[in-house]
């Protein structure tokens, strides 16, 4: 997995067009995995699209 796939809360927001609040309460819900690394969370973009491909068949 190259860096390239691997998106910052900020990134992930610009991506599914919502708050970086909205991620983090996503992260903290367990909607959405990501990895802490220090302070910051990051958020691989395979999870990204599992997320959106999970959620559109509702």
């Known amino acids: 997995m190259g860096m390239s ?9 610009e991506q ?4 970086r609040q909205q991620i983090r309460k996503m992260i903290a819900n ?3 995995p990501a990895v802490k ?8 973009l395979a999870s990204v699209r599992e997320y959106f491909e999970e ?3 509702g």
């Open 37 to 44: 690394v220090g302070r910051e969370w990051r958020i691989p």
């Open 16 to 19: 599914l067009k919502t708050t």
């Open 5 to 13: 796939e691997i998106l910052t809360v900020k990134e992930t927001a």
């Open 55 to 57: 959620n559109l068949s």
């Open 30 to 32: 367990g909607e959405l």
